[in-house]
Structure formats: C-alpha cells, structure tokens
C-alpha cells in the first residue's frame, strides 16, 4: 500500500539548514509529482513546492530563495532542505504525494521542527 | 496570490444533521478545488478534489459543489467522526493555496 514517512531533526537553531527525508513505498517517484507543505501557528497550511515525476522542480515563491527540493528514485526518497531558519519556521512539515492534478492524496504523519536557540 | 476565504471558522453540529463549509476564492480556479478533513495529531486527508471528484474510500455523505468562485462542501448525516477541521486549497495556480479551515465540533 502507499505509505509516505518524514523523517528530519526536531530542534534546529536559527539561521541553521532544515533538512528532511520523506520515504515512501508503494508506488514509484517517476510517476508522481511529490509535495511538500507545512503547518506553522501563523500561517496554517501552506505548500512549499514539487518535484515533478520528471525531476524538475516548482518553489513557492515565498521560499524560493532557500529552498530545495530533490530526490534520489533508487531509495524512494525525497528531500526538502531549506537554509537561514527564522523561529516563524517553526511547525509541521508534511510530504504528499500529488495524485490529482495538484490535490493530494497521500501524506506522510508529518515532522516537528522547533527553530530555536 | 490567490486568496481562500473559509467559512465559518467553527460550527457545532448535531448527529445526523448536514452542514455545510464554504471557500470563496479570490479569483476564478477553474473547479480545481480540493477538501481536506483534518482530525488533531493527524496528517490531511483528501475527501474531494476538482470541486466535486469524491476521493476514492471517502464516504458518499461528503460531497462538494461550486457556484462562480464560491466552493462548497456538504456533509450529510452527521457521524461522530466528521469531528475535525476541514480545509479547502485550490490546486490552480501557484502558489496552491490553502484556507484556513473549519472547525466541525458534534454536539
């Protein structure tokens, strides 16, 4: 079955780099775009951006400048990392996987970060 | 940016009653309108995408509409496990954007 797992650090200090690990099974990267969204108390959901079936990428522009997504196909997995953490970052960051133009279908249980000092 | 506005922020509902949420868009996002029902502690789940495309396993009590650039979701029949928050994101254009949910409490 599809199965979406993050894995990344609880605690990053400010102006450090979040780097985060989704994992999936049960179906394959080349096929699927792959998403990334978080949950932060100030701004509620928000998408961060994709990596599309064929490797290229899309950034909200709102973290484009430090973000990055990438992904290796022969592990299943897909990175988000993004540098010069503010404690506004603070939240829940989630992989999906897009399984309808764009709405997602599957997410992982999502990831924790605390940005503080 | 395009902007979703969410209504009501919260309601309270009795079992076996119908509700309904409502997202109003800033612009036009061509029915590309998606529903998520999030329970506390856990990930979004997809319940409709395309205003009206029910998600495969997702009961038959949810459905959603569309009038201009008003999207609506409806739930019938109250169940005790329709106790969560619900959002709606248009899945249009960049950024996607996301509303900033409704809070469905049972009485």
């Known amino acids: 079955q599809v199965q979406l797992k993050e894995t990344g650090p609880g605690l990053v200090q400010p102006t450090q780099t979040l780097s985060i690990t989704c994992t999936v099974s049960g179906f394959s990267l080349t096929s699927y775009y792959m998403q990334w969204v978080r949950q932060t108390p100030g701004k509620g959901l928000e998408w961060m951006g994709f990596?599309?079936?064929?490797?290229?990428?899309e950034y909200n522009s709102e973290f484009k400048s430090r973000l990055s997504i990438s992904r290796d196909t022969s592990k299943n997995q897909v990175f988000l990392k993004m540098n010069s953490l503010i404690t506004e970052d603070t939240g829940v960051y989630y992989c999906a996987r897009d399984g309808h133009n764009n709405a997602f279908d599957y997410w992982g249980q999502g990831v924790m970060v605390t940005v503080s000092s | 940016d395009i902007q979703m506005t969410q209504s009501p922020a919260s309601l309270s509902a009795s079992l076996g009653e119908t509700v309904t949420i409502e997202c109003l868009a800033s612009e036009d996002v061509s029915s590309n309108l998606a529903w998520y029902q999030q329970k506390p502690g856990k990930s979004p789940q997809l319940l409709i995408y395309?205003?009206?495309s029910l998600q495969d396993g997702v009961p038959s009590r949810f459905s959603g509409s569309e009038s201009g650039t008003q999207y609506s979701l409806e739930i019938n029949s109250l169940q005790s496990e329709d106790a969560a928050t619900y959002f709606c994101q248009q899945h249009h254009d960049y950024p996607y954007t996301f509303g900033a949910g409704t809070k469905l409490e049972l009485k």
């Open positions: 395309d205003a009206s």
């Open positions: 990596i599309r079936s064929g490797g290229s990428t």
